[in-house]
């Protein structure tokens, strides 16, 4: 089952806009993390959160994280063609609902940086 | 390092036949997982290795899926008796201990046509 739901499910900009995803789960979290996937290929991994942090930061990313509303947001700043790829949300309960050692993945936004 | 690498990269097979794919992953890694990918959708979790034990089965593994690692390094996951149903990217990820924040890293997945 999908913990995570992202929203919105397509986006779609130009070049050089901000790009802005969100993610909401349903139980207690250790960490939340987001990935990235070009379309047939695998996951990448683009940043981790963690339950006791509410912002963090890498090159163009920007990611929150609301542990109240149980929810996280993706900024992309200054988009690029090259940032077209669905990225996910991932949560990982720290074995704190019985979630084991997995992360749980959510559906996913669908990104298309148009030039 | 050469990554996650997984095998077959694609499958296509007719309903009933088994089917065999295979993870090598990072070296140093001692967590191993699979997941399921359908189009549209995030990755199902199906399983997961802590070295050679299997410590962790999805209710999505039905009997008809097994998947093993044999000496804590490389892990097959065999589907007997295909279904369409079966049709889906299957992933491999792996990680180090949990203490470095349980960020997994994917390999290229193995696409499973059955016809």
């Known amino acids: 089952s999908q913990q995570g739901e992202e929203d919105p499910q397509a986006l779609s900009i130009q070049e050089g806009e901000n790009a802005t995803m969100n993610c909401s789960y349903k139980?207690?979290?250790?960490?939340l993390q987001w990935y990235r996937q070009n379309s047939g290929r695998g996951l990448v991994h683009l940043i981790l959160i963690r339950s006791n942090e509410r912002e963090k930061h890498s090159g163009r990313l920007r990611v929150t994280l609301d542990t109240s509303k149980k929810s996280s947001s993706l900024l992309i700043t200054a988009s690029r063609a090259a940032d077209t790829a669905s990225y996910f949300c991932a949560t990982d309960d720290g074995g704190l609902t019985g979630g084991g050692n997995k992360l749980t993945f959510g559906t996913g936004t669908q990104l298309k940086v148009e030039l | 390092d050469t990554g996650v690498s997984q095998d077959p990269r694609h499958k296509i097979t007719k309903r009933g036949q088994n089917v065999t794919f295979r993870c090598d992953p990072i070296s140093e890694h001692n967590r191993l997982y699979w997941y399921r990918q359908t189009l549209g959708q995030g990755p199902e979790f199906l399983t997961y290795f802590q070295n050679e034990a299997q410590l962790e089965k999805s209710r999505l593994l039905s009997d008809r899926f097994s998947a093993e690692r044999p000496k804590g390094s490389f892990s097959t996951l065999e589907i007997q008796r295909t279904e369409q149903g079966d049709s889906a990217m299957y992933l491999c990820?792996?990680?180090?201990?949990?203490?470095?924040?349980?960020?997994?890293?994917f390999g290229e997945g193995s696409w499973l046509t059955v016809v």
């Open positions: 139980t207690s979290i250790n960490n």
């Open positions: 990820a792996s990680g180090l201990d949990r203490s470095s924040g349980n960020t997994i890293y």
